[in-house]
């Protein structure tokens, strides 16, 4: 009984499904279409004549991008680890004076908009004289994910038994070595997710890219698409197919790290 | 309340302690700040101090010349006088306004609808559920692009559907009627997937055996969503609305990359006009444009206290 009321769904599930990734599938199907098609009326709804120039313009002219949107995402990943895993093992069992009031700074810091933090980093970017810089951006983009890093791993560790943590006193281990090599080796599953969504974050940022990087001479991937846009409207294949390429990091996020994604939304918002 | 749960704590740690010896030294809390300096030093430096810089921006009347320099003229409110008298501000605080009601009332609507189909285990639903993550996890531009084509005029793929319905062409994104019901659509595919997955996770929630009792009981469908689902959810469904509420207060980057705003102001909202007036122009007004983030930061920051507040009296229920 319970097939045969649930065949109905699947159908109407993959309907949906199909609705509303409709234009990932053009996306597509516009990234390999031929320049000379791109006007027609009505477009090709399937890639009957595809092509591969534009993935040949990515080739030849967005490499660079890609190294650089890599770099950045690198260095944020770096950054954040860095800042947030400490922070959040002595809020989860080092239990310090403040630590409520840090939280809530955090969970604040998570509201401001990209904007005023960009005009912000300008200004101070623009003094120390590390505008478009690439660096300059893993500092701007980390800021997007640390308070959140600080929470995830926060929640998590206090998950920790304390037992683990007190057995690794007596054995004589001091705080840091109880950190490294114990809180650190099981607390596999939130770095693993702070590092992907740093890394996302990093990759698709927008707004710091225009702000703090709109002269440099390594842009990110988001800039190069902005800048396609801008430079040649005609060529739509080249900038899906550039779009196409600067989705990879969220393909690999759903079909190699599906667990984490849905454990990063949730984080934070739902109480278990 | 901090307090009272710091008196709890210290007596159970130290009958641990004596169980097991009094060996354990409790850590001085040095020790405890010595790894929260990192991020304390991080929060000021890269947090407090851009803030602190924007609200200088606001205060100041920087050129391009004294923005390098640093000696711009303190002027008071006079950058908040001039936002208020610009006739883009009531504009923009409107198309604001429609841009995350309309917005978070459709992705919420649609995002709880697909959380109760998907609450119902059948054959490869927990396949296409992650599926339906895709719009948020694509890069906003790559969003943006890809909706500015499908909407383009011409030869964009929505107008196709439309004609094939026997509908006109609609110049989705340069008329000035429709350029705000285009951002706020392609917004809405984006923030779907956040709302289905923090309501879907809601429901998890919920025991399975109501669901049964209220089947036996004769209930319809929609009766038990309305006076199950709906109640139970409640909750979650507040902490959601107020999470989109900030989230899409922030979005710049959809409306810029499709629009940048226009035609005219047609689909200006704060966070736009704020840009607008730092970077989109080769004469920035910084200072109105910080003036401009500052109102935006203090909405969020309410919103920001409200979602808190509820957050932790339901922790504490």
Same mark, same amino acid.
Request: with cysteine; aromatic share 12%.
């Given at each position: ?11 109407? @599930?993959? #309907? ?32 009957? &004549? ?57 969970? +604040? ?10 005009? !912000? ?39 920790? /038994?304390?037992? *683990? ?10 705080? $840091? ?40 001479? +390594? ?12 430079? %040649? %409207?005609?060529? $739509? ?30 984080? @934070?918002?739902?109480?278990? | ?19 097991? @010896? ?16 990192? #991020? ?29 320099? !640093? ?23 409107? &198309? ?27 054959? =490869? ?9 895709? /719009?948020?996890? *694509?890069? +906003?531009? #790559? ?6 084509? +499908?909407?383009?005029?011409?030869? !964009? ?20 009627? $429709? ?11 984006? @923030? ?34 309305? &006076?199950?689902? =709906? ?41 736009? $006009? ?10 920035? &007004? ?5 003036? #401009?983030?500052?109102? =935006? ?21």
């Amino acid at each position: 009984m319970k097939t045969s009321r649930s065949t109905p769904k699947t159908v109407i @599930g993959v #309907v949906l499904t199909a609705f509303m990734l409709f234009p990932v599938y053009w996306m597509l199907n516009v990234s390999l279409m031929r320049t000379g098609d791109m006007r027609r009326d009505p477009p090709y709804l399937l890639p009957l &004549h595809p092509t591969f120039s534009g993935y040949r313009a990515v080739l030849n002219d967005q490499l660079p991008y890609l190294g650089t949107s890599l770099a950045i995402g690198i260095g944020t990943v770096a950054l954040t680890l860095a800042v947030s895993a400490p922070a959040a093992y002595s809020l989860a069992k080092l239990r310090p004076m403040g630590g409520k009031p840090l939280t809530f700074i955090l969970l +604040m810091a998570q509201m401001i908009p990209g904007i005023i933090m960009a005009m !912000g980093f300008y200004s101070i970017f623009l003094n120390v004289g590390i505008i478009n810089t690439w660096w300059g951006l893993v500092i701007a983009d980390s800021t997007l994910a640390v308070p959140f890093g600080v929470l995830i791993f926060t929640a998590f560790m206090s998950g920790i /038994p304390d037992e *683990l943590i007190q057995a690794a006193k007596l054995d004589g281990a001091g705080s $840091w070595r109880t950190f490294v090599s114990i809180v650190l080796p099981v607390s596999r599953n939130p770095i693993v997710t702070v590092s992907l969504f740093a890394f996302l974050w990093a990759w698709s940022d927008f707004i710091f890219a225009s702000t703090l990087n709109s002269g440099g001479s +390594m842009q990110p991937i988001t800039l190069g698409i902005y800048k396609y846009i801008g430079n %040649n %409207n005609q060529e $739509w294949n080249s900038i899906m197919a550039t779009a196409v390429v600067a989705s990879i990091p969220a393909a690999f996020l759903l079909v190699v790290a599906q667990r984490y994604v849905a454990a990063g939304v949730t984080a @934070g918002a739902v109480k278990d | 309340m901090s307090n009272t749960r710091a008196a709890i704590r210290v007596p159970r740690v130290e009958t641990q302690v004596s169980a097991r @010896g009094p060996r354990v030294p409790r850590l001085p809390r040095f020790i405890a700040w010595a790894y929260l300096a990192p #991020v304390v030093i991080y929060l000021i430096a890269f947090y407090a101090y851009p803030l602190y810089r924007n609200l200088d921006l606001s205060l100041r009347d920087y050129t391009v010349r004294s923005f390098v320099s !640093g000696d711009a003229p303190f002027i008071g409110l006079d950058n908040f006088r001039e936002v208020f008298a610009d006739p883009t501000f009531w504009p923009a605080v409107i &198309h604001t306004a429609i841009f995350v009601v309309v917005s978070i009332a459709f992705q919420y609507a649609i995002g709880l609808a697909l959380a109760v189909f998907f609450n119902n285990n059948f054959r =490869l639903s927990s396949t296409l559920r992650a599926l339906f993550l895709v /719009p948020w996890l *694509l890069p +906003m531009i #790559v969003s943006a692009s890809t909706w500015s084509w +499908m909407l383009n005029s011409d030869s !964009g793929v929505v107008n196709t559907a439309l004609n094939a319905f026997g509908l006109p062409d609609i110049n989705w994104l340069t008329s000035p009627t $429709w350029s705000l019901v285009a951002v706020i659509l392609a917004n809405i595919w984006i @923030g779907i997937p956040f709302n289905l997955v923090i309501l879907y996770s809601g429901l998890q929630n919920i025991p399975d055996n109501l669901f049964e009792a209220a089947s036996l009981d004769g209930a319809s469908s929609w009766q038990t969503f309305r &006076h199950i689902t =709906l109640p139970l959810l409640r909750p979650v469904s507040a902490i959601t609305l107020l999470l989109g509420f900030v989230y899409t207060l922030k979005v710049f980057d959809i409306i810029w990359i499709m629009t940048r705003g226009g035609p005219g102001n047609s689909s200006t909202t704060l966070s736009t $006009w704020s840009y607008e007036l730092g970077f989109g122009s080769l004469l920035p &007004h910084f200072g109105p444009g910080a003036a #401009v983030g500052n109102l =935006l930061i203090i909405v969020a920051m309410l919103c920001g206290l409200l979602y808190i507040k509820f957050q932790s009296s339901e922790a504490s229920r």
